[in-house]
């Protein structure tokens, strides 16, 4: 079946626009990441979703970062006024998250954000 | 919160050697443990993962251990080969899947 796509792969923008990013889980997968990774650098995570649960959102780095998902599918991760820092490759992945089943986090291809 | 270190950040082996990578946690609440691999320019995918009932689990040429008490996990890779060359990143999760951390990563290098 389809695995997770994310929009768009690439993404130039200049600072101080605002930004949004589009997963895509796959059909079913109750929980929903969004990590960022840096060139070279680990996986820093920003927000979890899980089912119609409030979403923990304990990794965001400041209050220009925002996302939702709508009908319990597809996520907006949504960076207003941005910086240079926040050039990255965004990361979405989902998994099933039943018990006694694989947790596997099914990542996606990423948004490369690059601000300019 | 949970902080996941892992070590080492580099590591290079010849071809056909083990390789050894840890990690440590720091939330004795953690209970299960995930290992990625991300070749470059790719997306992570699992490779193994244990739960905090087993200390040990193997899958061919890969295993990985958990030490609770001590509370850290190693991934053992044996007779490497060059396609496992990426960059391998351990995890740490609480009820059992949710609040992800991951560790820093390591990059191996397998010289032919």
């Known amino acids: 079946g389809a695995g997770v796509s994310q929009s768009p792969s690439n993404k130039v923008t200049e600072k101080g626009k605002d930004v949004e990013l589009r997963c895509d889980p796959i059909?079913?997968?109750?929980?929903l990441y969004w990590y960022r990774q840096s060139l070279g650098q680990g996986l820093e995570f920003l927000i979890y979703?899980?089912?119609?649960?409030?979403?923990?959102k304990s990794g965001l780095p400041s209050d220009r970062f925002s996302a939702e998902r709508t009908g319990g599918s597809v996520s907006t991760l949504t960076i207003q006024r941005t910086q240079q820092e926040d050039s990255a490759v965004y990361l979405c992945?989902?998994?099933?998250?039943?018990?006694?089943?694989?947790?596997?986090?099914?990542f996606g291809p990423g948004t490369r954000l690059t601000v300019t | 919160g949970e902080n996941v270190e892992q070590h080492p950040s580099t590591l290079s082996v010849q071809e056909g050697d083990s390789a050894v990578i840890k990690c440590t946690y720091s939330?004795?609440?953690?209970?299960?443990f995930p290992w990625y691999k991300q070749e470059l320019g790719k997306r992570p995918q699992l490779i193994i993962d244990?739960?905090?009932?087993?200390g040990e689990k193997k899958d061919q040429r890969i295993a990985v251990t958990l030490n609770k008490t001590a509370k850290h996990f190693s991934l053992h890779i044996t007779e490497t080969q060059p396609e496992d060359s990426a960059v391998y990143f351990c995890?740490?999760?609480?009820?059992?899947?949710?609040?992800?951390?991951f560790g820093p990563g390591t990059r191996l290098s397998v010289l032919p």
């Open positions: 939330d004795s609440a953690s209970n299960y």
């Open positions: 995890a740490a999760s609480k009820d059992y899947g949710q609040n992800f951390v």
């Open positions: 992945a989902s998994s099933s998250m039943w018990f006694d089943s694989s947790y596997e986090q099914y």
């Open positions: 979703f899980q089912g119609n649960s409030a979403p923990d």
């Open positions: 059909s079913g997968h109750t929980a």
């Open positions: 244990i739960r905090s009932n087993v």
